[in-house]
């Protein structure tokens, strides 16, 4: 899983630190420290992790494990406008799979990636609790039904500007 | 403790609770077969993750089979280990797992060795269904300067996680991602060479596979020996002729010091060394370091670093550096054996017989992995010419031989040759854990209160235990002696003089489990403390047989501080037989 370099400044490591305190710096606690990170910063990247490790008193590799382990955690920083595509029952019946191929054909990445310009990224959710409008697309807040492929292209247009 | 009484293949047997079905078959004389778990009752390290499915059991009343190496035994549980259901289970978790596992066995550094392969066989696994179109997981070869990681060939047996993590607590590996993409890796998928990784090798004694194993230099030395413009020299680490006759079927603990010489020279080095010899001169060196502290401690200066810490391990270097970056000035900066005797050799040795520094080649037989590392490092070389130009581990030596068509078993005892092939019994005890501060305090008591000691035997100092503490009467003054064995046990070591939990004058601390003689480089001892405690005796029997087990009173060495280091400590051998130590802590994992 690749990662962006980047610096965590001095208020963001206290910030972790008191996240683990929480905990009690219980290292059996630590998915439920990288949760409360997640939250924390949107994303994992390497040196949360290095950070996490140090406080629960674990390896960094066991931390990374565990992040790669569970598909909840990302390392990439999410888009500006996280798309996500239900690819619950209903919708997957209704073609969701289609959608996703276009959603990705249009932003050129794969689920669990960030276009370049950090506009968008991919995932897929399972069930948002409005089959009645399968297949679903939520973009940030914004929630979108009936999708059908030709109609991928005006949803991103919308949030171009 | 309560007591369970189950039924097994029809026989009735009782058992303590939380035992595993696994033992409480293996008390019945019934061995499941198994493959992810480990068992090294030694160092009392288990790894059971239930994760190959091999060793699964029928469970009267239970649906589905159980892994009986990770299910507990329960009151009145009737099991059965071999039914016709159980054994399709087992063919089929075998293919399953072959399906998705190279089969390029004829050619695996692993071959006749692998666990696998033997699973394989027991089995009796012929073709492997659905081979044709089933999609195998790849992933980048990753080679270190000790160890390659073949990640292609790896099961998910988690041993060397269990090594690495719970035994060394060096947290180099871990399992990451999930499902066909696991592998074992380092943080954020780096090479080993950017992880807190110390070469320490006990991951690759413990893979079941080829999927952890050393860098063969086998070819080097053996393209060295073929090169008639080379001078090709070779020297031997203790702890290899205490275990090198198990690679030819000798028991565990046979010496084979005399064999292994014929066996060297045969193979074409031109001079057949010891590196005991280097072993008296570390001492000479470590203990002068150690009397240097203790004088200025004693006459109290109170900013003398003590406790010393030895600094024969590599592997030991490796950790401290990577963990304990604050300490770096406390160990010795005495260098290992291996490197003073490379650094020796290519000074005062090729001078006396005329031969260029390029012109000499230095092999070592390690039980080491780290060692190929330790001299690959930039402080051991001169204008880019190693003092050690190859380290090969006992078991490349054992294949060396044998693809040399050397009957090892039937030959006759040679002695080293001299000057750099003569030692004493203090030297020799390096090999194993408590050695080297033994042999330190035989030759520092000496030169400390001017007495001679009729008792040389430290009997105090030696044994298996993982963390060891003693007291010897230094002519007056308690000298405090600690020793650790295994990377956890030398951290809990490190961490109590930290938080001031314990103090010590002096400490030795090996890596390995056993020190040097259960090396990563040995034969596998698959943790049998049986073969361990074979070997040290091996080692032990070796210096009450020398005259001399005072590293002071080696003649040559003598010689050597007379005609070319002058003393110890002198200019000249903390030119060449000294080094310094590196913060290691932030570059880890620089992305």
């Known amino acids: 899983m690749s990662s962006v370099k980047i610096e965590l400044r001095k208020d963001q490591i206290e910030k972790i630190h008191e996240i683990c305190k929480s905990f009690n710096y219980e290292g059996g606690e630590l998915i439920n420290v990288l949760h409360k990170c997640q939250h924390e910063f949107g994303y994992l990247p390497a040196e949360i992790q290095e950070v996490v490790a140090e406080q629960l008193k674990l390896s960094v590799a066991k931390v990374y494990g565990v992040v790669t382990f569970y598909s909840f955690f990302s390392m990439i920083p999410k888009g500006k406008f996280p798309i996500s595509i239900c690819t619950g029952t209903a919708c997957y019946v209704r073609g969701a799979e289609n959608v996703l191929a276009e959603f990705k054909k249009q932003l050129k990445i794969e689920v669990g990636e960030t276009s370049p310009d950090g506009k968008f990224s991919l995932s897929c959710l399972r069930c948002v609790g409005a089959c009645g409008l399968a297949p679903v697309v939520l973009v940030g807040e914004k929630t979108f039904g009936r999708v059908a492929p030709d109609g991928v292209k005006a949803i991103l247009a919308e949030f171009e500007q | ?591």
Not at chain 2, 170 to 182: E, K, Q, T, W, Y
Not at chain 2, 436 to 441: D, G, K, L, P, Q
Not at chain 2, 527 to 545: F, H, N, P, Q, V
């Open chain 2, 1 to 591: 403790m309560d007591q369970i009484k189950l039924t097994i293949d029809g026989k009735a047997v009782e058992v303590p609770k939380g035992t595993t079905i696994y033992k409480a078959a293996k008390s019945l004389g019934i061995d499941i077969p198994i493959l992810c778990y480990m068992d090294l009752k030694g160092l009392n390290i288990e790894n059971k993750p239930g994760g190959c499915r091999i060793c699964v059991v029928e469970v009267e009343g239970r649906r589905n089979l159980a892994s009986s190496c990770s299910t507990d035994v329960s009151e009145g549980m009737v099991v059965k280990t071999s039914t016709i259901r159980v054994l399709n289970a087992r063919r089929t978790v075998m293919e399953l797992i072959l399906s998705d596992h190279p089969k390029d066995c004829l050619t695996c550094a692993k071959s006749g060795k692998c666990d696998l392969q033997d699973m394989a066989i027991k089995l009796g696994i012929r073709n492997i269904p659905g081979q044709e179109f089933a999609e195998m997981s790849t992933y980048r070869l990753d080679t270190s300067p000790s160890i390659i990681r073949d990640m292609d060939k790896c099961i998910m047996c988690r041993r060397c996680e269990t090594m690495c993590n719970d035994f060394q607590t060096v947290g180099a590996l871990s399992a990451v991602n999930r499902g066909f993409m696991s592998v074992v890796a380092p943080a954020f998928e780096m090479n080993l060479e950017h992880s807190p990784c110390t070469y320490c090798g006990q991951c690759v004694a413990v893979c079941p596979t080829g999927a952890l194993t050393e860098v063969d230099h086998t070819r080097n030395v053996i393209a060295a020996l073929s090169d008639p413009t080379k001078t090709v020299i070779v020297q031997t680490a203790p702890a290899v002729r205490a275990a090198l006759g198990e690679e030819f079927g000798l028991e565990p603990g046979t010496l084979v010091t005399g064999k292994m010489v014929t066996a060297l020279r045969t193979l074409g080095f031109d001079y057949v060394f010891d590196t005991d010899f280097a072993a008296d001169l570390t001492i000479m060196e470590e203990g002068s370091e150690l009397l240097g502290r203790l004088g200025k401690f004693i006459a109290g200066d109170k900013d003398v670093k003590l406790p010393i810490l030895t600094s024969c391990c590599p592997a030991w270097v490796n950790f401290f550096e990577h963990n304990f970056p604050d300490m770096k000035d406390i160990p010795s900066t005495a260098r290992s054996p291996q490197q003073m005797f490379g650094s020796i050799a290519k000074t005062y040795f090729a001078d006396k017989i005329g031969v260029k520094r390029e012109d000499l080649i230095v092999v070592s037989i390690m039980p080491c992995l780290a060692k190929k590392y330790e001299c690959q490092r930039d402080e051991f070389s001169v204008d880019g010419n190693p003092d050690v130009d190859f380290s090969i581990s006992t078991r490349e030596l054992g294949f060396l031989i044998k693809q040399a068509n050397i009957q090892f078993n039937g030959l006759p005892d040679e002695d080293f040759d001299k000057p750099m092939g003569e030692s004493t019994g203090a030297a020799v005890i390096f090999g194993t854990t408590g050695g080297v501060i033994e042999a330190a305090a035989r030759t520092a008591y000496e030169l400390h209160t001017g007495n001679t000691l009729t008792n040389v035997d430290f009997k105090e100092l030696r044994g298996l235990e993982g963390i060891r503490h003693a007291t010897i009467d230094f002519g007056g003054f308690p000298l405090k002696i600690g020793i650790a064995h295994g990377l956890g046990n030398a951290r809990k070591l490190l961490e109590d003089i930290k938080a001031g939990r314990s103090e010590f004058h002096a400490i030795e601390i090996m890596a390995c489990p056993g020190g040097c003689i259960g090396g990563g480089g040995q034969p596998l001892h698959h943790g049998d403390s049986t073969i361990l405690k074979a070997r040290a005796k091996a080692i032990y029997a070796e210096d009450e047989s020398k005259t001399l087990r005072k590293s002071h009173e080696n003649p040559y060495i003598i010689k050597l501080y007379e005609e070319f280091l002058g003393k110890p400590l002198s200019e000249k051998a903390h030119h060449l037989l000294h080094t310094h130590y590196f913060d290691k802590s932030k570059n880890t994992f620089s992305i």
